[in-house]
């Protein structure tokens, strides 16, 4: 069974310029994650979407935004981009169901995102 | 979800068992703890989970305490391929949706 893929792998963009993030989940998973990650923050949750619907969000202003399709790929767009955006961008897939302990995460490789 | 504490780093000689503890003293009666890692400039990978029971899996084994105030993850033969930083992780099975709250973790560096 095929993994998390995640593209572009690398992005080199300019401050105020606006990227898109693409994010192909596990074949069967309806539930895709997305996280930043930074060496001042960590690994912080963006937003969660399940069956194209926004399900959980994090604490990230509204340039932040994502988008899933029918087959589950998903998307995440950040506008107005600043320099303390430059982060590893992770993308996670799991079943998605709910009141049940087997929803482990598989997560992408991720994409470097540089704001110069 | 219940905070966690977890050592920064520990070291551990590739070969022998790697022992690595986590604190969940707030930890509720419906909360699973998770394990996951990261080796380096890769995306997190899921080790193994429970709520009370010892666990054992391919990967790990997962000791939590009688009280559930905390857990161990036990790699039996740590090997240089198992230098990470290892996350635990608490969250209620009964929950929408699949977020985690990654705390800062624990760098595991297995030496030859």
């Known amino acids: 069974k095929a993994g998390v893929t995640q593209t572009p792998r690398y992005l080199i963009k300019t401050r105020g310029q606006q990227v898109t993030l693409s994010c192909s989940p596990i074949?069967?998973?309806?539930?895709v994650s997305w996280y930043q990650q930074t060496p001042g923050q960590g690994l912080q949750f963006l937003f969660e979407?399940?069956?194209?619907?926004?399900?959980n969000k994090g604490n990230f202003p509204g340039r932040f935004s994502g988008r899933q399709f029918s087959n589950s790929r998903s998307e995440m767009n950040v506008s107005t981009l600043e320099l303390g955006d430059s982060a590893l961008y992770l993308c996670?897939?799991?079943?998605?169901?709910?009141?049940?302990?087997?929803?482990?995460?598989?997560f992408g490789p991720g994409t470097r995102l540089t704001v110069l | 979800d219940a905070k966690t504490t977890q050592p920064p780093s520990m070291d551990c000689a590739e070969g022998r068992a790697a022992n690595l503890p986590c604190n969940h003293s707030?930890?509720?009666?419906?909360?699973?703890v998770y394990w996951y890692r990261q080796i380096h400039s890769q995306g997190p990978q899921y080790i193994i989970h429970?709520?009370?029971n010892n666990e054992t899996n391919e990967m790990a084994s997962l000791i939590i305490t009688e009280d559930r105030k905390s857990s161990t993850l036990i790699l039996p033969h740590a090997t240089l391929r198992d230098t990470a930083v290892y996350y635990c992780i608490v969250r209620p099975k009964e929950t929408s949706g699949s977020r985690l709250t990654f705390g800062e973790g624990t760098q595991l560096t297995v030496n030859p």
């Open positions: 707030t930890i509720s009666g419906n909360e699973y």
């Open positions: 996670a897939s799991s079943l998605g169901r709910s009141g049940t302990s087997r929803n482990e995460q598989f």
């Open positions: 074949s069967g998973h309806r539930s």
């Open positions: 429970g709520l009370k």
């Open positions: 979407y399940f069956s194209e619907t926004q399900r």
